[in-house]
């Protein structure tokens, strides 16, 4: 028992060197870290201390990327003549007939996901993410047989986000589509207009939560988890509507683990559908070419992409002005007519004369709007026939979409 005791204040008196053995060192480590900040390395955690001893190493290991950006280079299209293996990969449900893909585009093989029936031939790990699962299956399980090029739609043939252009069509844009523009570019949005989607559409850094654009806060919350290594971009941009062509080798420049690990993503997210849906569609062009914003040109993507060649911007926006032009004349046909209507009411009741302060329609107005409209529809017509034809021409192409 004794013996005992007088070890006491023994090992309180050790236990004390100890304490400041350890109070040394650790500011030791402390200062060498502020000598390394002062030398203006700047990046503290890249400058590792050299303590002898390496009991009190604080200094973190250098912060390694997530992964690294792929290359994104631009591709080479093949010979003309050269007839490209093509894939459309579409998602549906056990109610939606996608018929139209089995006589409707010669040339394209089909990859259609049954989102709700696991036994399907075709169908993801779980219906989940609309499209985006789908989408996102479909090249983790093709990643080494891909097509040279496959585009991604929704099931449905006809639909407003399809471009008017191409009939609204999913048909006419994969018939019309020209393998070599997603080659070259690698990613291709299948819609040209630019609304809605371009020029600037989600703010991720805004802090107001905006009704018509939910997904935009909730993006800033998701990119760290989709994107570790990128800073919240200022905007995303790209045409609507998740609807688009990758090249096999855009596809292969990005490691098959990294969409496994958005799908997992998806697996996991807490958002609703709806939202994580929305956000997917901001974030297709960001993967697959490591721009924020790809809003190409109208007319050239018209051109280049679909063969549709107007002449040029100028050329492009004055047949888009006509829309607008015949709703004037519309418009003003329709106040012609009923304002005629009223008049006459009035002549038949015999109380024209009382109601004087009709205003009454110029005389013949009315044929003569009839004719704008009908000789503008010809017209319009005739200038998107014409730029078909001028889409067939090679240089024609090449020159619109500024390549010369
Ligand atoms: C301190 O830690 C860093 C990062 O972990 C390491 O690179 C370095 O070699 C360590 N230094 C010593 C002396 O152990
Ligand atoms: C369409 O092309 C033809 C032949 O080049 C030309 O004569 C005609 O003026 C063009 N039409 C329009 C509306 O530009």
């Not at 350890?22 to 002062?38: D, I």
């Not at 589509?177 to 850094?205: F, T």
Request: contains cysteine.
């Amino acid at each position: 028992m004794a013996t005992t005791r007088r070890f006491v204040p023994l090992l309180g008196c050790g236990f004390f060197v100890f304490c400041l053995w350890g109070l040394f060192t650790l500011s030791r480590s402390w200062t060498q870290m502020k000598v390394s900040q002062a030398v203006g390395l700047g990046e503290l955690v890249a400058t590792p201390s050299p303590t002898p001893s390496g009991h009190w190493n604080i200094s973190e290991a250098p912060k390694q990327p997530f992964a690294p950006r792929p290359q994104f280079i631009a591709g080479i299209p093949r010979p003309d003549g050269h007839e490209y293996t093509k894939t459309l990969v579409i998602p549906r449900t056990t109610y939606e007939d996608t018929s139209w893909t089995d006589f409707e585009i010669p040339g394209w093989e089909t990859a259609v996901y049954v989102v709700d029936d696991p036994s399907a031939a075709l169908h993801p790990p779980k219906n989940k993410g609309h499209e985006v699962m789908v989408y996102l299956s479909y090249i983790i399980e093709h990643y080494d047989e891909l097509p040279e090029i496959v585009a991604f739609m929704h099931s449905h043939q006809f639909g407003w986000h399809n471009d008017d252009l191409l009939d609204g069509n999913a048909a006419t844009i994969l018939q019309r589509l020209r393998p070599e523009r997603v080659i070259r570019e690698g990613y291709m949005n299948l819609r040209c207009g630019w609304g809605p989607g371009c020029p600037d559409w989600l703010h991720p850094g805004t802090l107001e939560e905006d009704e018509t654009k939910q997904e935009e806060i909730l993006l800033a919350r998701s990119w760290g988890e989709i994107f570790p290594d990128e800073p919240i971009p200022d905007v995303l941009a790209q045409p609507c509507c998740a609807q688009f062509a990758v090249s096999r080798e855009r596809i292969q420049a990005i490691p098959r683990a990294r969409f496994v690990f958005y799908r997992d993503w998806v697996l996991r997210t807490q958002l609703s559908d709806y939202i994580s849906g929305r956000i997917w569609e901001y974030l297709w062009h960001v993967i697959f070419t490591g721009q924020n914003v790809v809003c190409p040109k109208e007319h050239v993507c018209f051109c280049d992409g679909y063969g549709i060649c107007f002449g040029g911007e100028d050329e492009y926006n004055a047949y888009r002005n006509m829309d607008s032009e015949r709703e004037g004349y519309e418009d003003e046909l329709k106040r012609w007519r009923s304002r005629a209507a009223v008049i006459e009411a009035a002549r038949r009741r015999g109380t024209l004369g009382e109601k004087s302060h009709l205003t009454v329609p110029e005389p013949g107005r009315d044929v003569e709007l009839e004719e704008l409209i009908s000789h503008q529809g010809e017209l319009k017509e005739e200038l998107l026939l014409n730029a078909t034809i001028r889409g067939q021409d090679a240089n024609a192409r090449a020159l619109e979409a500024g390549f010369w």
